[in-house]
């Protein structure tokens, strides 16, 4: 695991109503924990440990991994990304101790724990057909179990949760939605470079880039630096044409195609390959 360094809190993100609700939700029940485990004793009644698992899901480059920063922030604690691909180990007991070490200084040291792309270790446990199989399968039941005797927060991010394991989600306290952004939504991430103090020309169309650039958060962010390493490159404000072409090129990145009538006239200056559309 390896220490995540954040400047966001939640109100810097652009989230659904039911998300930031959901977020807002958990920082309040972590700092009245005491309240109402110890002092009201519905820990002892209630069953209830102070652990708190949270899932959020949803499409890659739609802010959970910046969600998880804002969300240690908000608690003042520091927050851990767990390397699960390092962790599991092909021989048999070795993961368990690698667990038990995390679990073990997480405890000590109080922290936020993000399991990112989690449905490759939580995924459905399979049918035992041979010795790996059923090594596999104690695996996942291992995780769950230090999951809910960790008294701590841990978040697992991913990108696909019909592969996650149904009886692995009733043990979730919370799954929080990371839909990807409609057009409000990436009206709102696109103007967040007015943020900054990077110079803007008049001839950007916001409206344009969000109703016809369907991006992910982390897209856009990617085309504005792109488009202001361009413009500090020629000693120029942030043009739109700079902007639509950074656009082109973040698509052909994530393989998505490269419509024309989403680029207009533009879309002959681009220089894409074929392939588009």
């Keep these: ?24 939700s958990l920082v309040s029940s972590q700092l009245t924990l005491d309240t109402v485990l110890d002092d009201w004793g519905l820990g002892a009644v209630m069953g209830k440990r102070r652990s708190m698992t949270v899932l959020f899901k949803g499409p890659s480059g739609t802010g959970k991994s910046m969600a998880a920063g804002a969300l240690a922030n908000e608690l003042v604690l520091p927050l851990f990304h767990v390397d699960l691909a390092g962790m599991v180990s092909k021989y048999i007991g070795e993961t368990e101790k690698n667990l038990d070490r995390l679990f073990e200084a997480a405890a000590s040291a109080d922290v936020v724990l993000f399991f990112d792309e989690a449905d490759a270790i939580f995924g459905e ?33 991913t990108n696909l949760q019909k592969n996650i394991d149904e009886a692995f989600l009733r043990r979730i306290d919370l799954v929080v939605d990371f839909p990807a952004p409609g057009k409000a939504d990436r009206l709102a991430l696109w103007r967040r470079i007015e943020q900054t103090k990077a110079p803007l020309a008049a001839n950007i169309d916001f409206n344009l880039l969000a109703e016809r650039m ?27 044409d700079m902007i639509l072409n950074a656009v082109g090129r973040e698509l052909v990145k994530q393989g998505k195609p490269v419509r024309k009538s989403a680029f207009g006239e533009a879309y002959a200056r681009l220089g894409i390959g074929e392939g588009s559309s």
């Design 1 to 24: 695991a390896r220490v995540v360094q954040s400047g966001h809190r939640l109100e810097d993100m652009v989230l659904q109503p039911n998300s930031e609700a959901a977020l807002r």
């Design 125 to 157: 446990r399979t049918e035992i057909q041979d010795a790996r199989d059923r090594y596999a399968n104690l695996q996942t039941s291992y995780l769950l179990q230090r999951l809910e005797t960790f008294d701590g927060i841990s978040i697992l991010a």
């Design 214 to 240: 369907e991006l992910t958060g982390a897209e856009i962010r990617n085309c504005w630096l792109d488009a202001a390493h361009q413009a500090a490159d020629c000693g120029m404000p942030i043009r739109m």
